[in-house]
T-cell receptor
Framework: ETGVTQSPTHLIKTRGQQVTLRCSSQ?????VSWYQQALGQGPQFIFQ???????GRGNFPPRFSGLQFPNYSSELNVNALELDDSALYLC?????????????FGPGTRLLVL | GQNIDQPTEMTATEGAIVQINCTYQ??????LFWYQQHAGEAPTFLSY????GLEEKGRFSSFLSRSKGYSYLLLKELQMKDSASYLC?????????FGSGTKLNVKP
């Protein structure tokens, strides 16, 4: 158990819809990162939030957006869903934003876009 | 661009030693992580290297050569429960770049 939770565990949406995924970090962890993991692939970095501000972003379009809240929870929002957005979405929290910090992953939300 | 390469799959025998290699090319580099991921589960942290050399943690060791853009994870005394995917990830200024993972099959 990493102390990081995500909801929902599974979700089915249709193309064009919008989705919000939620993550609850370990208490005291100021940094949360979000990843997309397609089947058989490694996680792809979407973005990182540190103290409620975006702190780094991977190669994902602006329809992927996020929020981080003072209570160590965060959201990933995806607009205008596409079929290729079907994947496992992982959040990972760490104490600070430095590279030496260990990330603790949540169990993930599996999204299917039809 | 960013490029992280690992072998797709490896097979080894229980009790043996296995080395999983990772090469990386990134526009910047601050360190390299190794994670273990069992099927259907989230990745769990194994090791982190920022300086050249070997880091040992029980049955697991990780090596880094920054000049060669190369790392390996060494697993000793393999156990059946070590069957999993092993992911290397290069860290660069608040961005993480993961490889596709190496699926390790441990056979009796």
């Amino acid at each position: 158990e990493t102390g990081v939770t995500q909801s929902p565990t599974h979700l089915i949406k249709t193309r064009g819809q919008q989705v919000t995924l939620r993550c609850s970090s370990q208490s005291g962890h100021n940094t949360v990162s979000w990843y997309q993991q397609a089947l058989g692939q490694g996680p792809q970095f979407i973005f990182q939030y540190y103290r409620e501000e975006e702190n780094g972003r991977g190669n994902f379009p602006p329809r992927f957006s996020g929020l981080q809240f003072p209570n160590y929870s965060s959201e990933l929002n995806v607009n205008a869903l596409e079929l290729d957005d079907s994947a496992l979405y992982l959040c990972a929290s760490s104490l600070e934003a430095g590279g030496q910090e260990t990330q603790y992953f949540g169990p993930g939300t599996r999204l299917l876009v039809l | 661009g960013q490029n992280i390469d690992q072998p797709t799959e490896m097979t080894a025998t229980e009790g043996a030693i296995v080395q999983i290699n990772c090469t990386y090319q990134t526009s910047g580099f601050n360190g390299l992580f190794w994670y273990q991921q069992h099927a259907g589960e989230a990745p769990t942290f194994l090791s982190y290297n920022v300086l050249d050399g070997l880091e040992e943690k029980g049955r697991f060791s990780s090596f880094l050569s920054r000049s060669k853009g190369y790392s390996y994870l060494l697993l000793k005394e393999l156990q059946m429960k070590d069957s999993a995917s092993y992911l290397c990830a290069a860290y660069n200024f608040n961005k993480f770049y993961f490889g596709s993972g190496t699926k390790l099959n441990v056979k009796p």
